[in-house]
């Protein structure tokens, strides 16, 4: 079976995110209040090619701790795509 | 006469600076490609500044696989001089081989100006001709330079004497004014301001001449 796979990486809690914190300043000038907590990140997409979807996440979040996040200052979590 | 390995990747962009600097306080350079398997007979090897790999991923994230870094494991594991200015901090972290994390400056802007470092270490091959509490004026030119460890890291850092070199006015939002960490033996050392371009009075300092002096080995009376 080929899975579509979708890796989200966040900085870890505790890490300073200027790029956060400045999308957050900028959303009062267009009239969103009460908005607080905004995390930048980034997502990857991938398809995997394996026997379960077990085995799909199991393989993308080797992928995602290995090589797409920096486990010193991010997390990474991976999900079907469509979940 | 020392030779120093100085690691090509592609999109290193400082490398002649850094074969400069190294021909400057007297020892000899060697370009290594990073498709390179061995440094060949070094003294010690230099990762240069720049945007490895074009920086994909994460500064350095993809540079951690160029072939050469096997050969530069292996020499920091049997105590060669290895030093990683910049970009190469970056990569020296991403392959394990350096405590910690840079990740972008507070403020999101890419800052380009001398920074006074003041040396916190002088067990390192870097700082060994330094002084303690020596202020040094290198310059720096970097988005991804704010150091970040976790707790148990820094205090690891701190117990082992490895915090090597701190700004005296934090310009990126490092943890505790990090500029430079080393390993825990202090032959692997990481900076992101840029010694290399702190080689004359005539551009502004020489003061990267006792780091880069001290790195290929000379005596600090050999500088004086």
């Given at each position: 079976m080929n899975y579509s796979v979708i890796v989200d990486v966040t900085l870890r809690a505790g890490i300073a995110d200027p790029e956060g914190a400045t999308i957050e300043r900028a959303l009062p000038a267009l009239?969103?209040?009460?908005?607080?907590n905004v995390r930048a990140g980034k997502s990857f997409r991938l398809n995997v090619e394996a026997a379960s979807a077990e085995e799909a996440l199991s393989q993308a979040t080797a992928i995602a701790q290995r090589l797409?996040?920096?486990?010193v200052m991010e997390d990474s979590v991976a999900r079907l795509a469509g979940e | 006469m020392a030779r120093i390995g100085v690691v090509v990747f592609?999109?290193?962009?400082c490398e002649y600076d850094a074969a400069n600097a190294v021909s400057d306080v007297g020892a000899t350079p060697v370009f290594i490609w990073h498709s390179e398997s061995s440094l060949g007979e070094v003294d010690g090897v230099i990762l240069p500044g720049g945007f490895a790999h074009g920086d994909y991923l994460r500064p350095g994230a993809l540079a951690r696989f160029s072939p050469v870094m096997d050969a530069v494991k292996n020499f920091a594991a049997e105590g060669g001089p290895v030093l990683g200015i910049c970009n190469g901090f970056q990569v020296l972290t991403e392959a394990g081989l350096l405590p910690g994390a840079l990740q972008k400056n507070r403020g999101l802007t890419f800052l380009c100006q001398p920074t006074t470092l003041v040396v916190a270490a002088t067990s390192s091959v870097l700082t060994r001709n330094a002084r303690l509490g020596q202020h040094l004026s290198v310059p720096i030119n970097h988005f991804s330079g704010s150091y970040t460890c976790d707790d148990a890291t820094y205090e690891q850092l701190v117990a082992n004497d490895q915090i090597v070199l701190r700004y005296?006015?934090?310009?990126?939002?490092s943890r505790d004014d990090i500029a430079g960490v080393s390993n825990e033996a202090g032959n692997v050392v990481g900076l992101m301001?840029?010694?290399?371009?702190?080689?004359s009075t005539l551009l502004g300092s020489a003061d990267g001449r006792v780091l880069l002096g001290g790195f290929v080995g000379l005596s600090a009376d050999a500088l004086a």
């Open positions: 009239g969103f209040t009460g908005i607080s797409l996040s920096n486990p | 592609p999109g290193s962009n005296l006015d934090n310009p990126n939002g301001p840029h010694p290399e371009r702190a080689m």
